[in-house]
């Protein structure tokens, strides 16, 4: 094992061992993390890559955490691929950011690694977020537009004070203006000198007057005058006072909690009577239904009042030509031969003047309703579809002779409605007939409405 005592192996392991160190500390020094498998890959687009060169840094604030592997075109436009280290929690909100080391540096990317709670970015995968981030190209665009602007105004500026330019543009007009009114007050002052040396005389003596007067310990109507202003601020001396002691209504009300108290209830129970009065919304119905079987129309005239959203009082007179129903039978003659005999019966209908008043609960589309149904107790269902516009009612009443009436109401156009059912559906009262009607319903907006654009 000679060899391994000669010059020759010693001064060759002697450079093995210092190219190895000096290999580790350039790669525990490089800002490159992708030796030592200590990386994660990504890449993104830009519309332009000036100023980024290969292996410039990846900083994420301000502390480099990776380098620039590749700068390739793709699509028209530059694609950065960066290797930046393990430790960076880049999610897919992540974002990156072109930047310059102060107003002429170099160019470096800053990533910035998004929301801790979105999923981890995949290794060599696309970040999408691409901030538009200042530039030198940008403040230089900036500073010639301003610089245009500048230029523009300053041109404005000057063919507005030339002579030729002074009725084109609004400050030419304005200098202008300005000139011929200076000039306009020179000449004044200088045709009536004396006239405003006779005004400033005259403001003169009149302030001497006053001087004067006011010196003047021995004038009558001056004394007079401060002893009526000392009379008054004495008098209003004495009423604040009394108002402080208590004294009186005024007194009262100010230092009496109690009187204060009294009166600010009194005041909040008529603005919530006023305030419940308004809320209250009336309307007026007004419907004939032709009866087919009795050949004649029944009319209704009502009102409804409804002082809040889930209730209502009703309130009608009705015109019914078939209120009393009288019924005759007619034997009829020559069935002969023992045959049992046939009888005929005849209605006849008489007019009443009936009276109905209901009381009515609403629950979102149904209606529950009681109270007097055409001078009979009885009770009412009604259920709204189609936005209220279809309604159907059910009401019984008067159950010595059970009369039941069903009917179904379609709304037209802003209170205008048609309805039909049937009356009597039992035919109890003999007044059973199917009807066809119509109605207008008026509320008290309604009514306003027709006020205000009446012509008289």
Do not use: C
Request: glycine share 8%; charged share 25%.
């Amino acid at each position: 094992m000679n060899w391994l005592r000669a010059a020759e192996f010693k001064v060759g392991l002697l450079v093995i061992v210092v190219g190895s160190l000096i290999a580790v500390m350039s790669m525990q020094v490089s800002d490159d993390p992708s030796y030592l498998g200590r990386s994660k890959k990504a890449w993104f687009l830009l519309p332009n890559a000036g100023g980024l060169i290969k292996n410039s840094a990846v900083r994420s604030a301000g502390i480099p955490v990776g380098v620039i592997k590749n700068i390739t075109l793709q699509d028209g436009k530059a694609r950065i691929d960066i290797t930046v280290k393990s430790d960076v929690p880049l999610t897919t909100s992540a974002s990156v950011e072109v930047k310059s080391q102060g107003i002429l540096g170099d160019k470096h990317v800053e990533i910035y690694p998004g929301s801790p709670t979105d999923p981890p970015l995949e290794d060599n995968a696309q970040i999408l977020t691409i901030r538009d981030g200042s530039s030198i190209e940008n403040l230089m665009t900036s500073v010639s537009e301003v610089t245009s602007s500048l230029k523009e105004v300053a041109k404005n500026l000057q063919e507005a004070t030339s002579e030729d330019g002074t009725r084109r543009h609004v400050l030419g007009r304005i200098v202008k203006n300005i000139e011929t009114l200076t000039g306009d007050l020179a000449q004044m002052t200088t045709e009536n000198k004396e006239k405003i040396g006779d005004i400033v005389d005259d403001v003169h003596a009149v302030t001497s007057s006053l001087k004067d007067i006011m010196n003047d310990k021995s004038d009558k109507g001056l004394k007079e005058t401060w002893a009526r202003l000392s009379n008054s601020v004495k008098n209003l001396d004495e009423i604040t006072s009394k108002i402080n002691r208590g004294e009186g209504a005024i007194g009262k009300l100010v230092s009496d909690e109690s009187t204060a108290e009294n009166v600010s209830s009194a005041i909040d129970g008529l603005s919530g009577m006023l305030d419940t009065a308004s809320r209250i919304q009336t309307a007026f119905d007004f419907r004939a239904e032709y009866l087919g079987d009795v050949a004649a129309t029944k009319s209704y005239i009502g009102v409804q009042i409804q002082p809040g959203l889930d209730r209502y009082y009703y309130i009608a007179v009705v015109d019914d030509p078939a209120g009393v129903v009288e019924t005759t039978r007619t034997q009829v003659t020559g069935s002969g031969n023992g045959a049992p005999a046939d009888y005929t019966e005849t209605k006849t209908y008489q007019n009443k003047i009936k009276f109905t008043v209901l009381f009515a609960k609403n629950f979102w589309d149904l209606t529950l309703k009681g109270g007097l149904i055409e001078n009979s107790g009885g009770f009412g269902v009604d259920y709204h579809f189609f936005r209220r516009k279809l309604k159907f009612s059910l009401e019984a009443f008067d159950f010595s002779k059970t009369n039941v009436r069903s009917s179904l109401s379609y709304t037209l156009y802003r209170g205008i409605y048609i309805t039909g059912g049937v009356n009597d559906a039992l035919d109890k009262a003999g007044a059973r007939s199917g009807y066809l009607g119509a109605g207008l319903f008026l509320t008290n907006d309604d009514l306003k409405l027709l006020l205000t654009k009446a012509p008289f």
